[in-house]
């Protein structure tokens, strides 16, 4: 089997992806712009060749890596970055190589575009917030006499939360027209609640591999707009009522064969039309892993491989992991270098250092949404992680 996998590099931990994909057979083949002496060891040990590209933005730069690698190994049998920003071009990519393992350019529209998920949501059951495509004010202002104030403002296609706003009247609005990108937006009725995660690896019939949940701040867009502090944790258990909306999600989505990010908001205040509370709403479908350092998260609370469970469902599908420990959970706290805390790294390593299982500067591309240096720990019960983030992210 032929595998190319795209910036393999990014995040630094993704090497693993590769790593795993070799210990299972697969020809591994890897595309990006990084120098290949810059490689991670383990990344170049697991590669059978990488292709150095000028950049990556450049598709046909690209093209013409696969283009190599299809004449020196033969047909490409999967195509994949696990990356939110390529999975355009990741579906390109298969269409024009005739790679059918994945996403094709017909089908990616429906998970890129917020707008285009309301079918999908509504097909397998889910309810979702209101939304309307952004056009003019008058049309705005309709839309938000039907639902009330305040409203989300957030482009119809995206990576996380940037260039997202909660307006909260007139003055917000009129901003917001004024000083919006020049991109298709939508908006949507604003609901009360944390976000929770669905996180799984689904094998060819959409079925689950692994399952977890990771719980969020309610609000990712302040944090990336106003540079707080991001502070989230995976839990031991995925709630059943979480795990059956994620899996209806998935088939109707047609997740197939993939690692997947699903966010739902578990309501904190009744919303007619949607539910009560602690009942979950969808929010946003993405089809890779969840950003950062989650899918390590995720390892480290259910004492198991992500890495090789995804490898596995490639080569296998179905997964050869046996979980090595009992569940627990995880928590992630940030810091950004600008903030003054009122407990110094030394005082977190002095309290925390024994639960550490990470410890780093975050890279530059990543850092608007999760800080600059994270801190990562077993954590054993939820009033724990919790306890923990309060301590990292307690201001001076």
């Not at 039907?146 to 939360?161: N, S």
């Not at 009247?169 to 020049?182: G, H, R, S, Y």
């Not at 480290?300 to 469902?313: G, L, N, R």
């Not at 706290?333 to 003054?340: I, N, P, V």
Request: charged letters at 25%.
């Amino acid at each position: 089997m032929n595998f190319v996998f795209i910036s393999p590099n990014f995040p630094k931990t993704y090497w693993n992806f590769c790593d795993r994909l070799r210990r299972d057979g697969v020809n591994v083949l890897g595309v990006g712009d990084c120098a290949y002496e810059d490689l991670e060891p383990g990344l170049r040990q697991a590669l059978t060749e990488y292709y150095r590209v000028g950049t990556l933005e450049d598709y046909e730069q690209v093209f013409q890596a696969v283009a190599y690698f299809t004449y020196r190994y033969g047909k490409i049998d999967w195509l994949e970055s696990n990356n939110e920003y390529w999975l355009e071009q990741d579906a390109r990519l298969r269409t024009d190589f005739h790679i059918t393992t994945g996403v094709d350019t017909q089908g990616v529209a429906a998970f890129k575009s917020k707008s285009g998920m309301k079918h999908y949501y509504a097909k397998a059951g889910v309810p979702t917030a209101r939304c309307h495509k952004v056009s003019t004010k008058t049309a705005a202002k309709t839309f938000i006499k039907k639902v009330g104030w305040p409203v989300i403002a957030k482009p119809d296609i995206g990576v996380g939360a940037s260039h997202t706003w909660k307006l909260e009247n007139e003055q917000d609005l009129d901003w917001f027209f004024n000083e919006k990108p020049d991109v298709p937006y939508v908006m949507e009725e604003f609901i009360w609640g944390a976000i929770r995660s669905y996180d799984a690896i689904m094998d060819s019939h959409c079925e689950p591999l692994i399952e977890s949940s990771a719980v969020f701040p309610p609000s990712i867009a302040d944090i990336v707009n106003d540079q707080g502090d991001l502070c989230y944790y995976v839990v031991d258990k995925v709630p059943e009522a979480l795990a059956d909306m994620g899996r209806r999600t998935a088939k109707a989505f047609g997740a197939r064969s993939r690692f997947v990010h699903f966010e739902f908001f578990e309501l904190t205040k009744a919303k007619p039309g949607l539910g009560d509370i602690g009942d979950f709403v969808g929010l946003e479908v993405n089809m890779r892993p969840a950003g950062g350092y989650t899918p390590d998260m995720i390892n480290f609370a259910h004492s198991t491989d992500v890495y090789q469970i995804w490898a596995d469902m490639v080569a296998f599908n179905e997964s050869h992991v046996t979980p090595g420990g009992p569940d627990h959970f995880c928590a992630y706290a940030s810091r950004r270098d600008q903030t003054a805390y009122k407990h110094s790294h030394d005082d977190i390593m002095a309290r925390w250092g024994g639960q550490m299982a990470m410890c780093e500067r975050m890279p530059d591309a990543l850092s608007d949404a999760m800080g600059n240096q994270m801190y990562t720990i077993h954590a054993s019960s939820e009033d724990e992680a919790r306890e923990f983030i309060r301590f990292v992210s307690e201001r001076a």
